[in-house]
């Protein structure tokens, strides 16, 4: 069965540093990842998805993400964090073969100023 | 604005009562789809539908009632619902058929309170 894992509840970081979101996924076949954020008392909005070809996707915000097949991961970086890039990151997971949307549980980002 | 709204944003309703909530998409996609945000835990995909047809329903209690009368409406209509069924109600919408590549567009929710 497919899973996603998303291991932090909570990331701190310092504006101006760079910040890591981590996922690491479980899949039968060939996964597509997606990283969505949400703003509070908004929907998701879509940042980035790996579908295929080069293992480094760019997204919106500045936001990149690493497919790495060998760890299973799919994180969510950035050079150079922003207050307003406070938020809740969602990573999900599709199988290939299954063909179902699975999401994480979340990690909330706080960039302190 | 992503394209994608709902109504309404909140809710409170006990549990014999009968409610609706809508969605709409202004995008003109094919693939529609209802999720349940709870506090901390993962985004729960409830159901799908591709040019208005159901193709995908993740045991969802039947208290729950899907109904899609267009490709731009998206119904889930509510009765006798518990405290539990309190969440974040998203509404998404995609391009394609549904197809695991789609990226998805959601609305901002609906809150409802069960009490």
């Known amino acids: 069965a497919q899973s996603v894992a998303q291991p932090e509840d909570q990331v701190n970081v310092a504006e101006g540093n760079p910040l890591t979101v981590k996922c690491t996924y479980s899949?039968?076949?060939?996964?597509?990842l997606f990283w969505y954020v949400q703003y509070p008392n908004r929907g998701l909005q879509f940042l980035l998805k790996y579908i295929t070809g080069d293992n480094l996707v760019k997204g919106s915000y500045g936001f990149e993400a690493e497919f790495n097949k060998s760890q299973t991961s799919f994180h969510l970086k950035k050079p150079s964090a922003l207050v307003s890039d406070s938020a809740l990151y969602f990573c999900a997971v599709r199988d290939k073969k299954d063909d179902k949307i699975i999401f994480g549980k979340g990690t909330r980002l706080h960039i302190l100023p | 604005e992503t394209g994608v709204t709902q109504t309404p944003r909140h809710l409170v309703m006990g549990m014999t009562n009968k409610k609706s909530l809508k969605c709409e998409q202004h995008l003109g996609h094919n693939a529609m789809y209802w999720y349940k945000q709870s506090a901390k835990k993962p985004l729960e995909l409830m159901f799908v539908?591709?040019?208005?047809?159901?193709?995908e329903n993740n045991s969802v209690p039947s208290r729950f009632s899907p109904e899609c009368p267009n490709s731009s409406h998206l119904f889930l209509h509510l009765h006798t619902l518990q405290p539990e069924d309190s969440a974040l109600y998203l509404c998404?919408?995609?391009?394609?058929?549904?197809?695991?590549?789609?990226?998805?567009?959601f609305g901002p929710g609906t809150r409802l309170t069960v009490l």
């Open positions: 998404a919408s995609s391009p394609g058929r549904g197809l695991a590549t789609d990226t998805q567009y």
């Open positions: 539908y591709s040019l208005e047809e159901r193709v």
């Open positions: 899949v039968s076949g060939n996964p597509y």
